[in-house]
């Protein structure tokens, strides 16, 4: 009889609640195998888990033949009787009477059974076999699983999911960092952000909208927190009285994406990841950069008034966070005109500073947000002060001389958030595919 895939069980129903008895499929990755003169033990795994098949010489010998031939990460199917076993992992196992192999392995390149053996940038040149490790392939279902608590949080707020285009015809959050593209016979670049569109959302009746999409920084740097490539969960609401709005839903999404994957994976990242954050925070303590740059100084950081965060002061500023407020994140707020984009609206008795705020989590940015400057002729001459060319921006500014409300939002960036929460050393290991200048294969 052929083994028929549609009647397959995932392993983690049979180790759980399946019959004793019973005949089953089963198919997946053979994860090891051992050969006992007339008895192959074969772990195989699957999405579920892994659990023991015994193929017995004196129960089918086609079978026994080839089991005794099988590599590791070769596909197989089986079918057999559940039955108890003290011996086998999960106290069940697999007698096969059949066995099907889909696809053998060739020997393997590299040691999935220890990722730590293996350099990042090979286990990234071998991402589908590195991903095999249940410990990788959690990144992933936590990765999913935030994204979906941010989208969900969104749509049960009120928020309307929009999808913008990424071919543009201007950078939006600064010059140098974006890719140039060739678009037929004119220059165009890859959206860094979807910043200007989000604000069209907003303007153009939604009132409040977001969206999870790619942005592209052609960002030269080689940092473990730095991709060309990543996924940003984005927001923006109108009709606000100050950017301690957007802050609340910032901070509310944030919350409920770390709630999210604990609740869902809680004991499986306390067993891979042992940095990981196991409780969720509570609420997100604000600061001002002006108190930032203090507490920095009696830690003996010093920042110069006005100037950006490096990022040796984000983690020194994480760590006293950390000990003063006893909060794992903080939103640094009123970052300096100087540093922040045109579009940013300037605090209005103290216009060297702004609106807007970074969310730093365990000492690194995971968000910036904050007030847009909604007022047309306040806006033209933001553009012109940091340079830029109003023509480019007409599309964007005509949005300022028929109606726009008040608004404000954010961007979060979607892996830096799994990074942190993992307590994971590089960004590349939270992206299935990282581009970095190097990197654009596979
Ligand atoms: P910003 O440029 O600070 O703000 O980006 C927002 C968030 O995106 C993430 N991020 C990155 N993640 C990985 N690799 C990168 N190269 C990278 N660059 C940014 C960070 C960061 O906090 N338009 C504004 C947002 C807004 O005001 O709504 C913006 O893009 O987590």
Excluded: C
Aim: glycine share 8%; hydrophobic share 40%; aromatic share 10%.
């Amino acid at each position: 009889m052929a083994i028929r895939l549609a009647e397959r069980r995932y392993i983690a129903e049979l180790l759980q609640n399946a019959k004793i008895g019973e005949k089953y499929v089963v198919a997946g990755w053979v994860d090891t195998i051992r050969v006992h003169g007339k008895l192959v033990f074969i772990v195989l795994r699957d999405r579920t888990g892994k659990m023991q098949l015994v193929v017995k010489k004196n129960v089918s010998e086609t079978a026994w033949r080839e089991a005794k031939k099988l590599s590791p990460e070769s596909v197989i199917g089986a079918r057999g009787t559940l039955v108890e076993s003290k011996a086998a992992l999960g106290g069940r196992e697999i007698v096969v009477e059949e066995l099907v192999v889909y696809s053998r392995a060739e020997p393997l390149p590299i040691d999935i059974k220890d990722p730590s053996k293996t350099t990042l940038a090979k286990r990234l040149d071998w991402r589908f076999l590195d991903l095999r490790h249940p410990r990788n392939q959690l990144i992933f279902l936590v990765e999913a699983e935030m994204a979906r608590a941010a989208r969900e949080f969104f749509h049960s707020n009120g928020f309307v999911e929009i999808y913008t285009s990424k071919i543009v015809g201007a950078a939006t959050e600064g010059g140098a960092e974006v890719f140039s593209i060739v678009y037929f016979d004119r220059p165009a670049f890859l959206a860094q952000s979807p910043q200007l569109y989000k604000q069209m959302g907003v303007i153009a009746g939604f009132e409040k909208v977001f969206e999870v999409g790619p942005a592209f920084r052609a960002e030269p740097h080689h940092t473990t927190r730095h991709l060309t490539e990543y996924t940003s969960v984005d927001f923006e609401m109108g009709f606000i009285d100050s950017y301690e709005d957007v802050m609340k839903v910032a901070e509310n999404a944030v919350l409920s994406m770390i709630r999210s994957a604990l609740g869902r994976y809680k004991d499986r990242v306390q067993e891979y990841f042992s940095d990981a954050l196991m409780e969720v925070p509570r609420s997100i303590p604000r600061i001002t950069i002006r108190e930032a740059y203090k507490l920095l100084r009696s830690a003996g950081v010093s920042i110069e008034e006005g100037e950006d965060l490096s990022s040796e002061a984000e983690r020194k500023l994480g760590e006293i966070v950390l000990k003063e407020y006893g909060s794992p994140l903080v939103f640094v707020t009123e970052y300096p005109w100087k540093v922040r984009p045109f579009y940013t609206m300037r605090k209005s008795d103290e216009p060297d500073w702004t609106y807007s705020f970074d969310l730093l989590f365990r000492g690194l940015e995971i968000a910036t947000g904050g007030q847009r400057e909604h007022r047309y002729e306040v806006l033209v001459n933001q553009l012109q002060e940091k340079g830029l060319n109003p023509k480019n921006f007409e599309w964007y500014l005509a949005m300022f001389r028929y109606g726009a409300p008040p608004h404000g939002g954010a961007g979060i960036g979607l892996e830096r958030v799994v990074m942190q929460f993992l307590g994971l050393g590089n960004i590349r290991e939270a992206r299935l595919l990282p581009r970095d200048p190097e990197r654009l294969v596979p």
